[in-house]
């Protein structure tokens, strides 16, 4: 054993003396070929196929700026291992620009593509610094990775993983959405790399004792631009007060910012801007082919469930903009049952569940709804071939990260954007931004309405009516909140025939738009918006609306000609210049789920009065009021006079009060009986309640006695009828309170007397 032991201590005794020989030749290797400060490593010559690699013959160190092999850096041989485990082998643009003055403890702006290879861009660095700083468990947090959402901080920890699985780093999950805090709050001191969102991490840093972060090495930024917005800036604010300013600071997202004053706030230090597309021609990945089309408000679902349909064999990318309208489209579809599995994601979802839908998408074919808590940083593994965004993204950044979201790395990927026809200021703003987008319509053969599957539906589920409402809402304050007015205008939306289009009965009370309304008139169909401070919304079904009945008709309509071998060939998308035979307009093909007034009737308080004209029999006309007056010559009045109509008038005013007198003599009359009827019920349910809880009582027939107190008790006595002789036992029932006390005596007295005389 003590041998053994002797051993294990030499052989750890080595390993360290090794890896301290390792580490001073990394930081010799980096010191001597360090990249000036403002160059792009991008611009260098690469290295010669098989060149020497380290330190040469004559002492001095390869060249690791413009490297495009992993293997080329001055990195650990933990890390290389880790990469070689992972088959990461060259690498890509942004980490050949980044790693030489990431590595160096430069701070980083870096601004990429989506999909190219970021995260190495920022592990890499993370492992060495705290490799060469030989960082252990009694040292603390030495770095903190911040993601603005859980999905993507759970993504970056699985390759923090991989890469850095021959390391011996703690590092930990801290993300939102989860229960076992307290045990986190156990643990925390303990982690060396912490990959966390910003509201967990503010909450450890308040809540758990002993939390130090006060020697930081490396703070990370992923998707910088969406941490530093508003929505992140209280928290954001609060976490770098916290942190140590001596520390490496790396920024990394598709759009990055150069505000200086968000840059001031996070204390970097002459930072190196890494953007190695912003010379590119196109702001995008290059084997992505983008798609725009003009959709009318009231059409969208119909254009998105006709694109479902036509593309049964593919990975589908659904973008909306709010959680409600994800779960309505996500419940409505499914029970339409388009032919393929629907899976959707917003940010309402408990995290287990987020995870289980993202692992699921990742591995299955199928349609996922979603709102933009997908649209950054995560990797659904290529398994996206179509992004569909159904609304418009609120600015140019955000459509590119909604888009990068396919078509990642080598792989391609195509993504269609649906643009109404107030919002077409956006595809200018897309294309000056160096996107390659293209215009095309929509093949109307092909197009199916679900309007009137839909408000049957929501005939038959009360639930699928208010989510409906609900969306409906939620998309209209979506877009009353943007702050691009150029694109985004509430006021120019048809809201009414949109209501109708998701099958809604009627169209619900807006309250938000009461102030914007007020004095302004819509534009385009007359919307039927009734404004007040309430939130009740109606939901009467109106005249005429789809029957449950009508479902299955319905479907097998929708059946017909719709099948993929039927319409192989004819896609449902053509370009700007194709146009299908006999083609119709969207609006004019899809009939409307309920009429509408298109004009509503306006009284003018200026027109002519008595104008009313008033035949005979003979067809002779009489005069204004002839018939009230009932003259039998109407020739001999031309006009009534005033008290003639006064009159008339008070007995119109009579009659209605006593109507209204009996109206509401009546209204009483069945509220009472409403009220009564309530009652009896109350009273028979209460009955019905105590039986059931005799019939339940089991026990001794004493303990059924104790529950019976509240019937009377019964007094027993002896009839002399029969002159004595004949005695007979006759149950009755005395009320003792209403006989007085010398009747209560008597009785008391003849009760004694039979029980003496039934003695032996």
């Not at 140590?244 to 706030?265: C, E, G, M, N, Y």
């Not at 939306?493 to 009370?509: F, N, Q, W």
């Not at 008290?643 to 008038?649: A, I, L, R, S």
């Amino acid at each position: 054993m003590r041998m053994s032991k002797s051993k294990s201590k030499e052989r750890k005794k080595q390993v360290r003396n090794v890896e301290q020989e390792e580490i001073k030749l990394l930081n010799e290797w980096i010191e001597s070929q360090k990249p000036d400060s403002g160059s792009n490593p991008l611009a260098l010559p690469a290295l010669p196929e098989k060149s020497p690699i380290g330190r040469l013959q004559d002492g001095s160190f390869s060249r690791y700026a413009g490297s495009t092999k992993f293997r080329e850096l001055p990195i650990s041989k933990k890390t290389m291992d880790g990469l070689k485990k992972s088959k990461f082998v060259s690498m890509t643009e942004i980490q050949r620009a980044s790693l030489p003055h990431s590595l160096c403890g430069r701070d980083i702006l870096g601004a990429a593509k989506t999909g190219s290879g970021k995260t190495l861009a920022f592990v890499i660095p993370i492992l060495e610094k705290l490799h060469r700083e030989r960082w252990g468990l009694q040292d603390g947090v030495g770095s903190i990775i911040i993601s603005p959402t859980r999905e993507l901080a759970g993504q970056l920890f699985d390759v923090l993983k991989e890469v850095g699985k021959f390391h011996n780093f703690s590092a930990g999950l801290l993300i939102g959405g989860r229960k076992d805090v307290d045990s986190e709050k156990e643990s925390v001191n303990q982690l060396n790399i912490l990959v966390c969102t910003p509201g967990r991490l503010l909450q450890h840093m308040d809540e758990t004792p002993n939390f130090d972060c006060s020697q930081l090495q490396v703070l990370v930024l992923d998707e910088a631009d969406r941490i530093l917005d508003v929505g992140f800036k209280k928290s954001l604010n609060a976490i770098i007060s916290q942190l140590p300013k001596h520390r490496q600071t790396l920024l990394f997202s598709a759009t990055q910012t150069k505000s200086v004053q968000d840059l001031a706030r996070l204390s970097l230090k002459d930072p190196e801007y890494v953007s190695v597309h912003e010379k590119s021609e196109t702001a995008t990945p290059n084997r992505l082919q983008q798609t725009a089309m003009t959709v009318p408000l009231e059409q969208k679902l119909d254009v998105l469930w006709s694109f479902i349909k036509s593309h049964l064999n593919s990975n589908i990318l659904v973008f909306l903009s709010s959680c409600k309208q994800v779960r309505f489209v996500y419940e409505a579809f499914k029970k339409l049952h388009p032919g393929i599995p629907l899976k959707c994601l917003h940010g309402r979802m408990k995290q287990g569940k987020r995870m289980i839908i993202y692992s699921q998408f990742c591995e299955q074919r199928s349609v996922l709804f979603s709102t933009d808590v997908a649209a950054r940083g995560l990797d659904f593994n290529k398994a996206v071939d179509w992004v569909v965004q159904v609304d418009c993204p609120e600015d140019v950044a955000s459509y590119i990260h909604r888009v990068g979201r396919t078509a990642r790395y080598q792989s391609g990927g195509r993504s269609v954007l649906f643009l109404l026809p107030s919002e077409a200021k956006m595809l200018e703003k897309l294309q000056e931004a160096k996107v390659p987008i293209q215009f095309i319509k929509a093949n109307t053969k092909r197009l199916l309405s679900v309007s009137g599957l839909l408000s049957a539906l929501l005939v038959k589920d009360e639930d699928l009516q208010k989510l409906a409402i609900r969306a409906f809402i939620t998309y209209l304050r979506s877009i009353h909140i943007q702050k691009d007015k150029e694109v985004f205008d509430v006021l120019k939306l048809p809201i009414d025939v949109y209501s109708a289009s998701l099958g809604l009965p009627m169209t619900p009370k807006i309250r938000f738009l009461n102030q914007k309304l007020k004095g302004k008139k819509m534009s385009g169909k007359t919307p039927l918006i009734e404004l007040d401070n309430s939130d009740k919304v109606n939901t009467e079904p109106a005249a005429g609306r789809f029957k449950e009945e009508n479902l299955e008709e319905e479907n097998e309509k929708l059946d017909i000609g719709d099948s993929v071998e039927e319409n192989a060939g004819k896609g449902f998308l053509l370009s700007k210049d194709t146009e299908p035979e006999g083609e119709a307009s969207l609006s004019d093909l899809v009939p409307s789920t309920r009429v509408l007034k298109k004009k509503k009737l306006k009284i003018n308080i200026h027109r002519p009065v008595g104008t009313r004209v008033v035949f005979d029999e003979e067809g002779i006309s009489l005069p204004p009021l002839a018939r009230v007056a009932g003259a039998k010559n109407v020739d001999s009045f031309s006009l009534l006079n005033q008290g003639q109509k006064e009159e008339f008038y008070r007995k119109a005013r009579e009659e209605l009060m006593l109507a209204d007198k009996d109206d509401k003599l009546l209204d009483r009359q069945r509220r009472r009986e409403k009220r009564t009827k309530e009652k009896m019920k109350r009273k028979k349910h209460a009955q019905e309640e105590d039986a059931n809880d005799d019939e339940d009582v089991s026990g001794s027939d004493e303990d059924k006695m104790s529950d019976r107190k509240h019937k009377r008790s019964k007094i027993y006595f002896d009839s002399d009828s029969d002159g004595g002789e004949t005695r007979e036992k006759t149950e009755n029932v005395v009320n003792t309170n209403s006989i007085s006390l010398a009747e209560q005596e008597v009785l008391a007295l003849k009760l004694l007397g039979s029980m003496h005389s039934q003695d032996p």
